[in-house]
């Protein structure tokens, strides 16, 4: 109370510096909500990468019933749901159950409260188990398109994914499914006898020919003969 707006403007000047970390680091976020999370909390679960809460938990931005707009949260949360759910949330004040953030694409999952922690770990140990490198460089890729029209979207994504698939993650990874796909060599027919996949004898070149090459050219050859197994 009794603040200059200098004071104010400061405040929000941190709040915003922090919600732009979150999205500009290569490490996903996920938010584990439990509670309520209002205003500026609920802003913060709208920039996390993801979010997984209690089934009790329940989402608001309030600050129109008190005669202080959400401005700064309306940012991240007209980002994260539709442009209705946001103004209704904002306009009203009203606040949305776990279930209802769920459809309105505030949250990824609502869980009962015991299994949150559980849950959430499961999440990020998943996204763990992914090489770091392509998971931050599909962060950043993800960010940097959201807001450009589509053609500049494909414009941008192409050129990433073509120096992505440059990286010996994406080399090792694109060759290992490759290696994998041509074990499938043999079908069962509907009389239950095996017959020899025609397509299977090219598969073993693909893989050598990723590995010499390190393109991305082999996966999708390989997607496309093996498309109809």
């Known amino acids: 109370?009794?603040?200059?707006?200098?004071?104010?403007?400061?405040?929000?000047?941190?709040?915003?510096?922090?919600?732009?970390?979150?999205?500009?680091?290569?490490?996903?976020?996920?938010?584990?909500?439990?509670?309520?999370?209002?205003?500026?909390?609920?802003?913060?679960?709208?920039?996390?990468?993801?979010?997984?809460?209690?089934?009790?938990?329940?989402?608001?931005?309030?600050?129109?019933?008190?005669?202080?707009?959400?401005?700064?949260?309306?940012?991240?949360?007209?980002?994260?749901?539709?442009?209705?759910?946001?103004?209704?949330m904002l306009l009203t004040g009203d606040a949305l159950s776990a279930e209802e953030a769920v459809q309105a694409g505030l949250i990824n999952k609502a869980v009962p409260a015991k299994s949150l922690e559980e849950e959430t770990k499961a999440m990020a140990l998943k996204i763990a188990s992914a090489s770091a490198f392509t998971v931050g460089i599909g962060k950043q890729a993800f960010y940097q398109q959201i807001e450009m029209?589509?053609?500049?979207?494909?414009s941008y994504t192409k050129e990433v994914m073509s120096l992505n698939a440059t990286a010996a993650d994406a080399e090792e990874g694109i060759c290992a499914f490759l290696e994998n796909v041509s074990l499938i060599g043999k079908a069962v027919s509907n009389t239950g006898k095996a017959?020899?996949?025609?397509?299977?004898?090219?598969?073993?070149?693909?893989?050598?020919?990723?590995?010499?090459?390190?393109?991305?050219?082999?996966?999708?050859?390989?997607?496309?003969?093996?498309?109809?197994?």
């Open 195 to 229: 017959v020899s996949n025609t397509r299977s004898g090219r598969r073993p070149a693909l893989a050598h020919r990723c590995a010499l090459a390190g393109v991305f050219f082999p996966l999708v050859e390989s997607i496309l003969l093996g498309g109809r197994l």
């Open 149 to 154: 029209p589509q053609h500049l979207a494909y």
């Open 1 to 88: 109370m009794n603040q200059s707006s200098a004071f104010y403007r400061q405040l929000f000047e941190v709040c915003t510096k922090l919600m732009e970390t979150i999205q500009s680091i290569p490490q996903p976020v996920i938010a584990q909500v439990h509670g309520i999370a209002t205003a500026a909390g609920c802003q913060l679960v709208a920039t996390c990468d993801l979010a997984i809460a209690a089934e009790d938990a329940r989402f608001a931005t309030p600050g129109v019933k008190i005669g202080l707009f959400c401005s700064t949260p309306m940012v991240a949360l007209s980002r994260a749901v539709g442009r209705k759910k946001a103004m209704e």
